[in-house]
């Protein structure tokens, strides 16, 4: 088990360019979990999927958006006509269903847009 | 809506010092209660959890309790080390739907000096 992975670690990107992020998850965990957290905030929750089903989006989340997760196992999320705003880091975190589960978080993804 | 609110920081202390970090809730059902730690450079770990009221969770030195009636769960700690320099955040995540989703505070800083 290595965890919660994300790639890329660090992206620079122009205004308007689009940017795909990757999560790849905890093997057995059927859920997965968006958040974007900027400098001296705490995460702040955008999208969940539970298997390959995208089940609740935040208002955070606008049309320039995307995540999907196809076939229930990696995520992506896909930016389109970045704005300097969309400047933060991007964390991933996956968890089993039941219960009280652990949410485990990847090391993230900062997104800079220049 | 739900929120949650931690005290400023940064916090300084010197090692072996006692520890507490306030956090309070703001919740429409009877959520469950985390906190999570970001060693410099590493993803978000969980550090502990309380499930109902009166509950104390513990880890690595850590207590928090779930105090209902005040909606507080704050973190303390007997005699900090200078390896607990990290960010603290506290979150919570509401039982409604059982989406494990978490709504964190924004974070609460602290450096320990030798």
């Known amino acids: 088990d290595t965890g919660v992975s994300q790639d890329p670690r660090h992206k620079i990107t122009k205004r308007g360019q689009n940017v795909t992020f990757r999560c790849d998850p905890i093997?057995?965990?059927?859920?997965l979990y968006w958040y974007r957290q900027t400098l001296g905030q705490g995460p702040e929750f955008l999208t969940y999927?539970?298997?390959?089903?995208?089940?609740?989006k935040s208002r955070l989340l606008s049309d320039r958006f995307s995540a999907e997760r196809p076939k229930g196992s990696f995520s992506t999320l896909e930016i389109q006509r970045t704005e300097q705003g969309d400047s933060a880091m991007y964390l991933c975190?996956?968890?089993?269903?039941?219960?009280?589960?652990?949410?485990?978080f990847g090391q993230g993804t900062r997104l800079t847009v220049v | 809506g739900n929120s949650v609110t931690q005290m400023e920081g940064p916090v300084t202390l010197s090692e072996e010092a006692f520890l507490t970090i306030n956090c309070t809730y703001t919740a429409t059902g009877y959520p469950s209660l985390f906190w999570y730690v970001q060693y410099p450079g590493e993803g978000l770990q969980l550090l502990l959890k309380a499930t109902k009221a009166d509950d104390k969770g513990s880890n690595k030195g850590f207590e928090a309790t779930y105090r209902k009636e005040t909606t507080s769960f704050h973190l303390e700690k007997g005699s900090v080390q200078v390896s607990d320099s990290a960010v603290y955040f506290c979150?919570?995540?509401?039982?409604?739907?059982?989406?494990?989703?978490?709504?964190f505070g924004q974070g609460t800083t602290l450096q320990v000096k030798p």
């Open positions: 975190a996956s968890s089993r269903t039941g219960g009280t589960p652990e949410a485990f």
């Open positions: 093997s057995e965990h059927n859920r």
């Open positions: 979150a919570l995540s509401d039982r409604v739907g059982n989406t494990g989703k978490l709504i």
């Open positions: 999927f539970q298997n390959e089903a995208q089940l609740e």
